[in-house]
């Protein structure tokens, strides 16, 4: 989704794209789309759903319920974020 979004961004902006995470979510900072604690939790969510030590937890019924909606409130934040910028993804 932050990838789709700075595409849009990008977009509108006339600048290049590139279809990767960090760079994402440095541009989404540094443009002040994200605050330095908005930035940081993205990246903690985003790290903690790709390490490999949590992938166990991640088949565990409870932990995977608690994954699952920590990234449906973080879409929803993060959309919201975005309109009240003007920008419709």
């Given at each position: 989704m932050n990838i789709d979004a700075w595409q849009a961004i990008a977009?509108?902006?006339g600048k290049t794209v590139v279809d990767?995470?960090?760079?994402?979510?440095?541009?989404?900072?540094n443009s002040?789309?994200?605050?330095e604690q908005q930035d940081?939790?993205?990246?903690?969510l985003y790290t903690l759903l790709?390490?490999?030590?949590v992938?166990?937890?991640?088949?565990?019924?409870?932990?995977?319920r608690l994954l699952r909606n920590?990234?449906?409130e973080y879409g929803l934040m993060f959309?919201?974020?975005l309109e009240k910028k003007g920008i419709r993804i």
């Open positions: 977009k509108s902006m990767q995470w960090d760079p994402t979510m440095t541009f989404l900072k002040k789309f994200f605050t940081k939790f993205a990246r903690g790709s390490h490999e030590g992938h166990p937890l991640i088949a565990e019924k409870e932990f995977a920590m990234v449906i959309l919201t974020m």
